[in-house]
């Protein structure tokens, strides 16, 4: 049993180097390069979608910002037009209130045109009314002009009202 | 009732004179021979030849029932791998057999190559792999009716030993370059008056590695078919059928044990093989 037995031992060599030559030759190769392919294509796989779920991440981020920008355009929005609608309405209001105050202005400085020049009239007429009436009263001896110079200086002295 | 005991005490002197017999027919299982006995078939005689004289050696290079039976578990290796090859060349995902296949190629190499050995391992997948299947086959061999392991003769295991001591010899030398290699078997710093011992040492040292090899092997695998024998051995001992479903429970109690044992020696083999390969590569300086 525990004799070596050297002939067992070539045989033993032998059949082993025949063995580790044609499995080299057949088998480990094709199985070997199968299993490192299959984990370079898990591992490769595994990356890909990696980069793809930080793809995604990265897109729902930016859509994310782009919300964001857009909510706040909105805001700015709305805010620039209800500034420019309140600016509109007071300087519609602004610009009513000034014509209507200028108008006003307008109608008294008309007014006032239109009744200084009925006084003028009216103070001529009385001029003549009164002239004339004097002159009847007077017996028209003295001659036109110089009642006329009395009668203007008359009404010199009234008070301009 | 004392018949019978006088029957057993005189089959027990009976025995007692032929206990050289009795131990014989269980060797008779566990040495060469240069013939298949299968019993109760028949036997074959296997072909002789003029043993060689080498170095003052007679080698005899007749084919042995271990050598026949190490030629089956290498057909058995080769036709499974070129098989599982085979569907790989076919597809990358694997199926049922090379699934089964793929689970140890990928242990060895994820589990006991790559570990042990570090970069540049992946060149010692081949042998080390072959190493593994090639001895579990042998091994499980022995658990087949007339199948018989070649891994529980020493000449046998010694071969492999041979072989694994070449490959780390061979691994270290490669990669430190010969004398690199044999200088950094002697550990350094050491006064030259104890350099001529360490030398001696070392050499014992790496001499020591395959012999543990050989001999672990050839012990485990020895040891249970030696066991197997002994059980159903004992319905023949005591001459009676009472015996025999309790050495038959245990017979297969440790034909369980065995399937497990011969797969754990083919991984120890080529576990320890790698480790020294390693050790071989990476010398400490």
Same mark, same amino acid.
């Given at each position: 049993?525990?004799?070596?037995?050297? =002939? !067992?031992?070539?045989?033993?060599?032998?059949?082993?180097?025949?063995? !580790?030559? !044609?499995?080299?030759?057949?088998?480990?190769?094709? #199985?070997?390069?199968?299993?490192?392919?299959?984990?370079? /294509?898990?591992?490769?796989?595994?990356?890909?979608?990696?980069?793809?779920?930080?793809?995604?991440?990265?897109? !729902?981020?930016?859509?994310?910002k /782009?919300?964001?920008q857009?909510?706040?355009?909105?805001?700015?929005?709305?805010?620039? =037009?209800?500034?420019?609608?309140?600016?509109?309405?007071?300087?519609t209001?602004?610009?009513? /209130?000034?014509?209507?105050?200028?108008? #006003?202005?307008?109608?008294?400085?008309? #007014?006032?045109?239109?009744?200084?020049?009925?006084?003028?009239?009216?103070?001529?007429?009385?001029?003549?009314?009164?002239?004339?009436?004097?002159?009847?009263?007077?017996?028209?001896?003295?001659?036109?002009?110089?009642?006329?110079?009395?009668?203007?200086?008359?009404?010199?002295?009234?008070?301009?009202? | 009732?004392?018949?019978?005991?006088?029957?057993? $005490?005189?089959?027990?002197?009976?025995?007692?004179?032929?206990?050289?017999? *009795?131990?014989?027919?269980?060797?008779?299982?566990?040495?060469?021979?240069?013939y298949?006995?299968?019993?109760?078939?028949?036997?074959?005689?296997?072909?002789q030849?003029?043993?060689?004289?080498?170095?003052?050696?007679?080698?005899?290079?007749?084919?042995?029932?271990?050598?026949?039976?190490?030629?089956?578990?290498?057909?058995?290796?080769?036709?499974?791998m070129?098989?599982?090859?085979?569907?790989?060349?076919?597809?990358?995902?694997?199926?049922?057999?090379?699934?089964?296949?793929e689970?140890?190629?990928?242990?060895?190499?994820?589990?006991?190559?790559?570990?042990?050995?570090?970069?540049?391992?992946?060149?010692?997948?081949?042998?080390?792999?072959?190493?593994?299947?090639?001895? $579990?086959?042998?091994?499980?061999?022995?658990?087949?009716?007339?199948?018989?392991?070649?891994?529980?003769?020493?000449?046998?295991?010694?071969?492999?030993?041979?072989?694994?001591?070449?490959?780390?010899?061979?691994?270290?030398?490669?990669?430190?370059?010969v004398?690199?290699?044999?200088?950094?078997?002697?550990?350094?710093?050491?006064?030259?008056?104890?350099?001529?011992?360490?030398?001696?040492? *070392?050499?014992?040292?790496?001499?020591?590695?395959?012999?543990?090899?050989?001999?672990?092997?050839?012990?485990?695998?020895?040891?249970?078919?030696?066991?197997?024998?002994s059980?159903?051995?004992?319905?023949?001992?005591?001459?009676?059928?009472?015996?025999?479903?309790?050495?038959?429970?245990?017979?297969?109690?440790i034909?369980?044990?065995?399937?497990?044992?011969?797969?754990?020696?083919?991984?120890?083999?080529?576990?320890?093989s790698?480790l020294?390969?390693?050790?071989?590569?990476?010398?400490?300086?």
């Amino acid at each position: 049993m525990l004799n070596v037995d050297p =002939g !067992l031992i070539i045989w033993t060599i032998i059949t082993f180097l025949i063995l !580790l030559f !044609l499995l080299r030759l057949t088998a480990w190769k094709p #199985i070997l390069r199968a299993l490192d392919q299959r984990e370079e /294509n898990i591992r490769s796989s595994l990356e890909e979608a990696e980069k793809a779920r930080e793809e995604a991440d990265r897109t !729902l981020q930016e859509n994310k910002k /782009n919300l964001e920008q857009a909510e706040e355009q909105v805001q700015k929005i709305l805010k620039d =037009g209800r500034a420019l609608v309140e600016k509109m309405r007071q300087d519609t209001i602004n610009k009513a /209130n000034e014509e209507s105050r200028r108008m #006003i202005e307008h109608a008294k400085e008309q #007014i006032e045109r239109e009744k200084q020049e009925a006084l003028k009239e009216l103070r001529t007429e009385v001029a003549h009314l009164a002239i004339r009436a004097a002159s009847k009263i007077l017996d028209e001896k003295l001659d036109e002009k110089k009642h006329k110079e009395i009668v203007d200086k008359f009404i010199e002295d009234l008070p301009s009202n | 009732m004392i018949n019978s005991e006088e029957n057993t $005490a005189a089959a027990s002197e009976a025995e007692a004179a032929g206990q050289a017999d *009795e131990a014989g027919w269980i060797l008779d299982y566990v040495t060469d021979q240069s013939y298949l006995d299968f019993k109760l078939i028949g036997k074959i005689d296997l072909p002789q030849f003029e043993p060689i004289e080498l170095f003052g050696l007679s080698i005899n290079l007749s084919p042995t029932k271990y050598v026949v039976y190490m030629w089956i578990a290498a057909i058995i290796v080769f036709v499974m791998m070129t098989v599982v090859a085979q569907t790989y060349r076919k597809s990358v995902v694997p199926h049922g057999f090379s699934n089964f296949i793929e689970v140890f190629v990928v242990f060895i190499r994820d589990e006991i190559v790559r570990p042990n050995i570090g970069e540049k391992a992946d060149r010692y997948i081949p042998f080390l792999a072959t190493i593994f299947f090639f001895i $579990a086959t042998c091994n499980l061999l022995g658990l087949v009716p007339y199948g018989i392991s070649s891994t529980e003769n020493i000449s046998v295991t010694a071969g492999l030993a041979i072989m694994s001591f070449v490959m780390i010899q061979a691994a270290g030398m490669r990669n430190n370059g010969v004398v690199g290699y044999l200088k950094g078997l002697v550990p350094h710093g050491l006064p030259v008056f104890i350099l001529p011992v360490m030398i001696v040492v *070392e050499f014992l040292g790496l001499l020591t590695k395959p012999f543990a090899l050989t001999v672990r092997l050839f012990a485990n695998m020895t040891s249970g078919k030696i066991v197997i024998l002994s059980l159903l051995g004992l319905i023949f001992f005591f001459q009676t059928v009472w015996v025999a479903p309790v050495s038959i429970i245990f017979t297969l109690f440790i034909m369980l044990l065995k399937m497990f044992i011969s797969l754990l020696q083919a991984y120890i083999f080529t576990m320890l093989s790698a480790l020294f390969i390693g050790m071989a590569v990476h010398q400490e300086h």
